[in-house]
């Protein structure tokens, strides 16, 4: 028998999962519906797919993953107000058309930033007034911290022509429209890393000394067979905790190879690569389970081999990041995490 995830870890935290659209009417769907509590829009609620251009929102593919949530039983998630990509270029386009970053007179500069702000208000405001009812976690943005650029703040287009006020604006937007239910995070990749960490938590810190409501940081978690270690991991979320804030494991998933590593295993990764994977998720689970105080949920990012970004990035190659197989067979990694709860 194969036991359910969400059942096992209900003591302990919430179990999600990232989908699209078309996983809905798939069998995806049972393996979500046994193991999953939590959905999360893989695509379908990124800036692009929900105001591809200017005032046209898109409802349709969103609606239909808070439908099947709520049919299921299943809250949702929302992946992300604000985003360097996946963004409709009209944003940071000015009343000409002309690309506003390459804006210099200090003048125009200002109407520039004062209409993209707009811009995003409107955006937060209009999405999550709509699902505020449905969705009450949010990540307000995704990220913004990047330690190799100046002031290790990303030097996104947004940062570009706004600094760190489109960060400011898009948090207040969302809490005027969501209410005090719902909880807003900010999210990143490799916050494991202690450079980029300390960044990530200086930013934090200076907006809620500005005010401004944030109420947890969501932790990517795309890691590696080879790293990083565990207690990185857990010693991050430790930090923003004694900050008061929560913290999500957002977009979990585990490559089989390191990042750069041009090799590929093809459809059936070696045995002991399984075994390492299995042996990295238990301690994983095992760590989490210990740490559920600062832990409010855990998201893959995807459900089993056969769907996921990792195919081809970012190197050509077939990857098995998922507690199930392509054929939605429970892995060794699954096993892991059973012993683990
Ligand atoms: C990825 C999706 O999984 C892909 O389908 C898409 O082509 C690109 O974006 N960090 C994030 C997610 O915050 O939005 C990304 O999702 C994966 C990395």
């Known amino acids: 028998d194969i036991p359910s995830l969400l059942m096992l870890f209900e003591e302990d935290f919430p179990i999600g999962a990232a989908v699209e659209p078309n996983q ?22 990124k800036p692009e797919a929900m105001q591809p251009t200017e005032g046209h929102f898109q409802w349709t593919n969103a609606d239909r993953i808070v439908e099947f949530a709520k ?6 998630r929302f992946h992300t107000l604000v985003w360097h990509n996946q963004t409709g270029a009209w944003f940071f386009r000015d009343a000409e058309g002309k690309p506003m970053v390459n ?8 109407a520039n930033k004062k209409l993209l702000l707009e811009r995003l208000d409107t955006h937060v405001r209009t999405i999550v007034g709509r699902y505020k009812d449905e969705i009450t976690s949010w990540d307000v943005v995704n990220e913004v911290i990047e330690p190799g650029d100046p002031d290790g703040m990303r ?36 916050t494991d890393n202690p450079v980029k960490r300390d960044r990530l938590f200086l930013l934090v810190k200076e907006l809620l000394e500005q005010g401004v409501p944030i109420d947890g940081v969501g932790h990517q978690t795309h890691i590696d067979i080879y790293g990083p270690s565990v207690d ?9 905790a004694d900050l008061g804030l929560d913290n999500l494991v957002t977009e979990l ?20 690569i399984l075994s390492l994977q299995a042996d990295r998720y238990g301690e994983l ?29 970012p190197v050509a190659r077939t990857n098995a990041p998922m507690l199930f197989d392509q054929q939605h067979q429970p892995k060794p990694a699954f096993w892991a995490v059973v012993e683990a709860a």
């Open 24 to 45: 809905i009417n798939s069998p995806s769907a049972e393996l979500l519906k046994k193991h999953v509590r939590w959905l999360v829009a893989e695509n379908a609620m």
């Open 71 to 76: 049919e299921n039983n299943m809250r949702v």
């Open 232 to 240: 990185s991991i857990i010693a991050s979320m430790r930090k923003f």
């Open 103 to 110: 804006e210099t007179d200090p003048k125009r500069r200002e």
């Open 155 to 190: 030097a996104s287009e947004w940062y570009k022509i706004a600094g760190t006020d489109y960060i400011a604006t898009a948090f207040r937007a969302a809490r005027e429209a969501g209410g005090p239910e719902a909880k807003l995070y900010i999210n990143d990749y490799g």
């Open 253 to 272: 998933d585990m490559s089989i190879y390191a990042w750069n590593d041009r090799s590929d295993y093809g459809q059936v990764p070696p045995q002991e």
């Open 285 to 313: 689970f095992k760590a989490f389970r210990r740490n559920k105080d600062i832990l409010g949920g855990v998201i893959f990012w995807g459900i089993a081999d056969d769907h996921t970004w990792l195919h081809g990035f």
